[in-house]
């Protein structure tokens, strides 16, 4: 089943968010995104939704920030500096003016968002924000989980019940076609009756008449025995 579920969690200077989407599969596929995290942290989310979801297609996606960084940004001063110099030579090339700061914060890399984790203790932290994010947004998203499994656990209750009923209903059906047929069949033989005609003089007639010789017995000296034709 489908479901969606978010949380929220800080530990010290770190604010986790979680998002967690899960839709039908066949099996259970897990995918992490956002942001970088160490292989300790991944195994230890993998554990938790194994441990919360049996099957489906499930992604994770992780953002974390520090609350003292303003903006929740940084500037890579190296990259800023390898951008700068690749438009100024391309500038000078081409006999342009040279690049403006908007131009090379917006290149790749210059800007970055805070969620790296540079020592044990702020990757210590982030586990703690991140895992306890991790265990809101799946309760989260066993609730919504839980509501549509209940949904249509009522949706299927009540297509069976006018199955149930479609079913009474034909047997009803069935158990009279019966005594339909029936009744059709006589009325079919008496009309049959009434519309041919019977002579009633010829049949007297046949009914007088003996049997001929062909079905008459033979006599004792094994000739066959004068058969009696009505009278005309």
Not at 26 to 41: E, M, S, T, V
Not at 46 to 72: H, K, M
Not at 144 to 173: P, S, T
Not at 209 to 228: E, F, K, Q, V, Y
Request: charged share 25%.
């Amino acid at each position: 089943m489908t479901g969606y579920g978010r949380g929220v969690a800080d530990h010290g200077e770190l604010r986790a968010t979680v998002d967690v989407r899960a839709v039908n599969h066949r099996f259970l596929d897990l995918k992490l995104r956002g942001a970088q995290i160490g292989a300790a942290l991944e195994d230890a989310i993998g554990a938790r939704v194994r441990g919360a979801i049996e099957r489906g297609a499930v992604v994770v996606a992780v953002n974390f920030a520090r609350g003292t960084a303003p903006g929740g940004f940084r500037i890579d001063a190296e990259a800023a500096d390898r951008a700068y110099r690749v438009l100024a030579e391309l500038a000078a090339r081409l006999a342009l003016p040279g690049p403006d700061l908007a131009l090379v914060v917006a290149q790749p890399g210059v800007v970055t968002t805070d969620d790296r984790l540079d020592d044990d203790g702020a990757a210590g932290s982030a586990a703690a924000a991140v895992l306890g994010a991790l265990d809101a947004a799946l309760a989260q998203l066993g609730e919504m989980r839980a509501a549509e499994g209940a949904a249509l656990a009522a949706e299927l209750r009540a297509r069976l019940g006018e199955l149930v009923a479609a079913r009474d209903h034909i047997a009803a059906l069935a158990g009279a076609v019966p005594q339909q047929l029936a009744r059709r069949l006589l009325d079919r033989v008496k009309r049959l009756s009434e519309e041919v005609a019977v002579d009633e003089a010829r049949l007297a007639r046949r009914s007088r008449c003996t049997p001929t010789a062909r079905t008459s017995p033979r006599s004792w000296s094994g000739s066959p025995a004068t058969s009696i034709r009505p009278a005309r």
